[in-house]
């Protein structure tokens, strides 16, 4: 079994089929889509040029997620990516993206540690189940992609997440909220 702190080497044949090399199998996007939703990093690579082809296909996978209709990327984000490529130099976007990414991620370790740490509740039964939830729906938020269509929850196995629809939508506005504060923030900087 690799090191899962190791990224997942995929190769690329000329076919262009992708070859999972610790599994040694095919495997598709979307396949590679729910390894990165796991928390696993992949890298992926032409087997004949030895090329990393990883950010061509990471960009294909959330292009077919949005093309389904599961839009993550307000167009106004979209436009600022855009724009970014015009900027000498690249600008400031990435280094803004990835911190902002960055920020989320310690964000949520942060509270899932204080939600079972300060949490009275977690000492009644069935909390740890409601905890994996959450942990599930903050994944499936800071990996863009959501629950999959369908009624599928957060693990993907058919059943309705325990949390009300509402709370998810008032955290996802908060969240837009947030983002669009900073785009502000980022314009005015230029």
């Given at each position: ?81 855009v724009r970014s490529y015009m900027v000498p130099g690249g600008g400031l976007m990435p280094q803004f993206l990835q911190q902002s990414f960055e920020m989320l991620r310690e964000s949520q370790t942060k509270m899932m540690e204080n939600m079972s740490a300060m949490n009275p509740m977690a000492r009644m039964p069935g909390f740890e189940a409601l905890q994996s939830q959450q ?56």
């Amino acid at each position: 079994m690799a090191d899962k702190d190791e990224p997942l080497l995929i190769k690329r044949y000329a076919s262009r089929r992708l070859y999972n090399t610790e599994t040694s199998d095919y495997v598709t996007l979307e396949d590679i889509a729910g390894f990165i939703r796991a928390g696993r990093e992949v890298q992926i690579v032409d087997l004949k040029t030895g090329d990393d082809l990883t950010r061509q296909y990471l960009l294909q996978i959330i292009a077919e997620h949005e093309s389904r209709g599961e839009n993550v990327l307000p167009v106004d984000v979209l436009n600022d990516l855009v724009r970014s490529y015009m900027v000498p130099g690249g600008g400031l976007m990435p280094q803004f993206l990835q911190q902002s990414f960055e920020m989320l991620r310690e964000s949520q370790t942060k509270m899932m540690e204080n939600m079972s740490a300060m949490n009275p509740m977690a000492r009644m039964p069935g909390f740890e189940a409601l905890q994996s939830q959450q942990e599930a729906f903050l994944k499936a938020m800071a990996s863009g992609f959501g629950a999959r269509k369908g009624g599928a929850g957060p693990a993907g196995d058919g059943e309705k997440s325990a949390a009300p629809d509402s709370g998810k939508s008032e955290d996802l506005d908060a969240i837009k909220k947030q983002l669009s504060e900073l785009q502000d923030k980022l314009s005015r900087m230029k």
